[in-house]
């Protein structure tokens, strides 16, 4: 795989830069350019300097742009968008961590979080966020390694954004930074330090900075914690509030700051605001952050550094120290290097290593480090044989790099990657307006032309086959370093630990025999060799398009084809003329799911099948035209999406495959020990996600859980997989949906080369009744305890969820998203601002197949009776506010969820999205976005009163609620509760066992716990186990098993007892008491089932589509 751009890890989140990237023969007239306004339009503030308007767009693009400087030296991208329905701002800062005192690491990162925490203007420190919450809005922000990106997006109703870019602009003017925000907050980095203590993306990150060369900045821990940014400070003296004034004050500076606004406003109204807003932020003329050096010096690199991750991966990693490719973003020399190396078809670097049965995945590409310093990395996933092997993998590299270097650039390799990138920017689709913002403000600190802000990192503009010389000079064997990542140790074991994340590895030079393989390599084309011309290169790009008024526009698709075998919908882009479409494809078949092992096969099924596609399918991938292939309880999952020229010739080709997989042995035991890999790791994810799924399988009729598919995944052969596959669409029913740049009768024949190729006969009507969802019962209080399975995860988490009636129930679920909105704020506000539970703390609707409800979910350090307690405490304190909104709130919040609900959709992929989600509810209720809509406008504040009382307050009679409580086992005591305390852990694991069919008494466990030495917990175990099989003749595999999961959950619900107990009666105490799932089975079969979906209307009905007809 060629990375477009790597990923970019920064503190707060994940940020992946990557715009449209697709691929076809060059043509002329492929951009265009803003049209420079007139000269009375181009009137400004004394000083703002109006740089240019004639900036190159899309295609499509209908907005109107304007690049201006203030007096200030803050420079600004205007965007004005007649159609958007949402407004939006974002300013980047050219500084990041790489700035951070070398005494302070994290003071960036801590300075972007105070920001967001009120200023002289506004000092409430949740008024931000609390406006846009009102307004349809949100806020977010990041710190990078050389710059912060803070961005938000709200509605655009009258004065809405100039009151939100008034609040956003303050905090470059005039922030607080108070005492008491800054304790709370420094909290709130240090949970979110925490949350990633157990993710391999973040400990790898960081054991490569560790590793870096010292007198680098590169060197250093950019997201900081509490010793970072209070107790080594304190130690040595140092107030870190006015620590971080000061900082602030040496490094936001105007001259620094780029911003990009985006409104329905004309640009010379946006142009005012940013003139009002913005002029007064401090000039102070500073330079661009530089810093001298390399992250890799001649000390770091010709090193192997062996790695114990987190999750069972092998990965073999090489970076090698890079020139800086900015100042030649017009040649795009290493996109050149990345294509070619990351390539997956024949002759690739990925096609000979899977053919030895070394790897299973390749990725290759450049990222940015900081001003005259980057890096180039090869990061290929690994077999257990590529593990062993894996000299003669670097081996392999390095023999296709020096096939590169061999021969001069080749021209054609980069005029069809320059005509690629050229299409795709031309039919690049607009995008969430701070998606755009976000981007947009970053790429304007690279350095582009102001008129080239928006292709300037997308197009390639002058071919230079010197700049591909001097990248390909940098893949040297002396100018690179290899991380190995697997938890198999090294002969020697892992030596060392990273201090920041813990990470145990090995640094030992790169072996003599290795470095005299790769220096002596010789470019003998054969196995390796160049990529042949793309074939998947779309040629026709008509729309034929027409004018169509929003009112005529189609609101759904058309049901085109109707038989016992297949529903085909259908439905013509009327709105966006992309030359593109969306095919999606659900063929159901009861064997898919019918089992947990039927499920295992289906799954091997659909790797194998895309295993063996691969090389054939990445040139379409590379030609802007992409496929997945999934399972799900239904059946299999097949979507296509691109150009759509060519997507007819892909889909015949997955078909066939469907129909007669090409297994082989290697490959299917490579796939299924990755699967089972798969399934284990599933085991190391974040608590929060462990307590989100949880709940989606106890709330379901039918899910077969990650432990019953691990356990009879190992037993699968070869031979089943392939006689599986024969039966598996031998009956079947066909859904599909064809959106985009199709007619009718193109759209057939792809129903067409279904029925021919697949030929599948179809399934009885009763074989189509849909999943349904588990009803609670009235008055339920249910609480599911698990430990969080990675025994090193400080995090606990819980999902906590009450049930709010049927999924069709309109007036319901219209109820359900007006609460959804109004608590949004003060969940977050109160949860995580102030009482600092932790970083991770969410609210909102929560739907399933057939019902919804609404939920809190926290990840966090605490235990979790604590985080229900407190959950309980906010919803009593929620039903306050609500009752005293004043009117003229409540109608902002009613106006908030509306402008949310009938937001236009920006892209053909939004719309596809939201036809198919319908198609796959089983309700096909096309307009029930309008029902909704309406519905809103008729409720009062009462009316949510009521439904609150009802479904949500604590006490209700009505109630039906269900948390699943993920316990961190880190905070698992060493010894029993107080003898006081006896009985309720006797009864607790009294009734677990005998609900996993192990018949114990009370009286039997109490008569076991006398003479454990002070209590121990850690006797019982042994003691139980010796009992139940000796004395009441269990079977010792039954045992160990429940022993395993019932003493650990059991234990997670002890935890700082005394400390919490305390902790609870600081705040507004409510008694935590609940029934305890102790047996997912017994608790599942006791639930009644809600009606299975059935469409809003007769399928007669959708057969013509009312509007007017492409």
């Known amino acids: 795989m060629r990375l477009r751009s790597t990923l970019i890890l920064t503190t707060s989140q994940f940020i992946k830069l990557q715009s449209p990237f697709s691929p076809t023969f060059a043509f002329q ?144 003017r005039k922030p607080l930074f108070l005492e008491d925000q800054k304790d709370r907050e420094l909290k709130a980095v240090d949970s979110e330090n925490k949350k990633n203590l157990q993710v391999d993306i973040w400990r790898l990150f960081q054991l490569e900075k560790s590793l870096s060369n010292p007198e680098h900045p590169y060197n250093s821990f950019g997201t900081g914690n509490l010793v970072t940014l209070s107790e080594e400070p304190a130690k040595k003296g140092l107030d870190v509030r006015q620590e971080l004034l000061k900082w602030y004050g040496e490094n936001y500076s105007a001259n620094l700051m780029k911003l990009v606004v985006f409104g329905r406003e004309e640009l010379g109204e946006l142009q005012k605001l940013v003139e009002e807003k913005f002029s007064d932020v401090v000039d102070k003329n500073l330079p661009r952050p530089g810093f001298r050096g390399y992250p890799l010096t001649e000390k770091e690199l010709k090193k192997v550094c062996f790695i114990k991750p987190v999750k069972d991966i092998r990965r073999l990693d090489m970076t090698f120290t890079f020139p800086d490719t900015q100042p030649n973003y017009a040649s795009q020399p290493e996109r050149y290097l990345s294509h070619l190396i990351g390539h997956e078809g024949p002759g690739s670097i990925l096609s000979y290593l899977k053919k030895k049965s070394w790897a299973n995945g390749l990725s290759a590409g450049s990222t940015h480090v900081t001003e005259g310093a980057d890096m180039f990395k090869i990061n290929i996933e690994l077999t257990e044989e590529g593990l062993e092997k894996y000299e003669e993998v670097v081996e392999a590299v390095f023999r296709y790099i020096a096939i590169m270097k061999s021969r001069e650039p080749e021209e054609w390799v980069w005029k069809e990657m320059a005509n690629m990138a050229e299409v795709g920017f031309k039919y690049a689709e607009k995008s969430p307006a701070s998606k755009f913002t976000m981007s947009v403000a970053g790429y304007m600190q690279k350095g582009y032309k102001p008129e080239e802000v928006l292709s300037g990192g997308e197009l390639f503009r002058r071919y230079d086959p010197k700049a591909i010389k001097e990248c390909l000079d940098a893949l040297r064997p002396d100018n690179f370093r290899i991380f190995l990542i697997s938890q198999k140790e090294p002969n020697a074991g892992f030596t060392e630990q990273e201090r920041w994340y813990g990470t145990e590895y090995r640094l030992e030079p790169i072996s003599s025999n290795l470095q005299s393989a790769i220096a002596d390599v010789k470019a003998e084309e054969g196995e390796l060799r160049f990529p042949g011309v793309n074939e998947f290169i779309p040629t026709n790009f008509e729309t034929h398009r027409k004018d169509v008024p929003a009112e005529a526009q189609a609101k759904r698709p058309t049901l085109i084809k109707h038989t016992s075998l297949i529903r085909f919908w259908h439905k013509k882009d009327d709105t966006f003329w992309v030359p593109k479409a969306n095919a999606n494809f659900l063929f159901r078949t009861p064997l898919a799911y019918a089992t947990p092992k039927h499920s295992v096969l289906t799954r091997l099924y659909c790797d194998l099948v895309k295993d063996a596609l691969n090389e054939y399918s990445y040139d379409a991938d590379l030609a802007g035209l992409e496929y997945n292939l999934y399972p799900d309880h239904e059946g299999i999952n097949l979507q296509l999406s691109g150009y759509n020229d060519k997507l007819h010739i892909l889909l015949e080709k997955i078909l066939s495959h469907l129909a007669a997989p090409q297994i082989t042995a290697d490959r299917f035991a490579v796939t299924k020990e990755r699967l089972m890999r798969a399934y284990k790791n599933f085991e190391q994810e974040p608590a929060v996600n462990h307590a989100v799924y949880w709940m989606g399988y106890l709330m379901s009729e039918t899910m077969w859980n990650n432990e019953e598919k691990l356990a009879v995944v190992d037993a699968v052969t070869l031979d089943q997989v392939q006689d599986f596959a024969k039966d598996l669409l031998k009956e079947a029913h066909v859904e599909a949906l064809v959106h985009g740049n199709m007619f009718k009768e193109d759209a057939l024949k792809l129903a067409q080369s279904v029925e021919e190729v697949l030929k599948p006969a179809a399934l009885a009507r009763s074989q189509l009744i849909r999943n349904r969802s588990c009803q609670l019962p009235e008055n339920a209080n249910f609480a599911f305890p698990r430990p969080v399975p990675n025994p090193e995860n400080l995090n606990s988490a819980i999902e906590y969820m009450v049930e709010a009636g049927n999924l069709m129930d309109v007036r319901g679920r219209s109820l359900l998203m007006l609460l959804s909105q109004i608590a949004n704020e003060p969940c977050f506000d109160q949860l995580r601002t102030k009482e600092q539970l932790g970083y991770s703390v969410w609210s909102g609707a929560r739907k399933t197949t057939t019902a919804m409800g609404f939920r809190v979910i926290i990840q966090s350090e605490r235990n979790t009776d604590y985080l229900e307690s407190r959950i309980e405490s906010f919803l009593v304190q929620l039903r306050g506010i609500i009752a005293d909104m004043k009117d003229e709130e409540y109608q902002t919040h009613v106006k908030s969820i509306i402008d949310k609900k009938t937001e236009k959709l920006k892209n053909l992929g939004q719309e596809t999205s939201r036809y198919w989600q319908h198609i796959l509810s089983g309700y096909y209720d096309f307009h029930q976005l309008d029902a909704d809509v309406e519905n809103l406008k008729t409720i009062s504040k009462d009316d949510l009163l009521r439904y609150y009382d009802e479904y949500v307050m604590p006490g209700s009679a009505t109630r039906r609620k269900l948390s699943v409580h993920m316990q961190s086992q880190k905070a698992v005591p060493d010894s029993l509760p107080a003898p006081a305390d006896h009985s309720k852990f006797i009864q607790g694991l009294s009734m677990f066992l005998n609900a996993n069919q192990l018949e114990v008494s009370t009286e039997d466990l109490q008569s076991l716990l ?70 997912t089975t017994a608790f599942k079969a006791g639930l009644l089932l809600s009606p299975a979906p059935r469409p809003v209307a007769a399928f007669e009905t959708f057969y013509e589509a009312p509007e007017a007809k492409l």
């Open 29 to 172: 007239s492929l951009r265009q350019f803003s049209p420079t306004s007139t000269s009375r339009s181009l009137s400004s503030m004394a000083g703002t300097k109006i740089i240019t308007e004639a900036i190159e767009k899309p295609l499509l693009d209908n907005r109107s742009y304007r690049y201006i400087r203030l007096p200030n030296q803050l420079e600004a991208l205007l965007v004005h968008d007649p159609q958007t329905d949402k407004a939006s701002a974002a300013l980047d800062v050219n500084v990041g961590h790489l700035s951070d005192p070398k005494d302070l690491p994290g003071l960036a990162h801590f300075c972007e979080h105070l920001l967001f925490m009120g200023t002289e203007k506004y000092p409430d420190e949740n008024e931000y966020a609390k406006y846009l919450s009102m307004h349809s809005g949100f806020s977010n922000a990041f710190t990078g390694l050389d710059d912060t990106n803070y961005y938000f997006e709200c509605g655009v109703g009258e004065g809405v954004f100039e009151g939100a870019l008034d609040r956003f602009a303050q905090f470059f």
């Open 1010 to 1079: 006398v003479g454990l030495e002070n209590g121990a917990m850690t006797e019982l175990p042994g003691k139980l186990r010796t009992y139940l099989i000796d004395v009441k003749k269990a079977d010792p595999l039954k045992v160990d098993a429940a022993l395993a999961q019932g003493m650990t959950i059991l234990q997670a619900q002890m935890p700082q007892a005394a400390a919490e107990e305390k902790e609870v009666k600081a705040g507004d105490e409510v008694k935590v008491e609940y029934m305890q799932v102790l047996d």
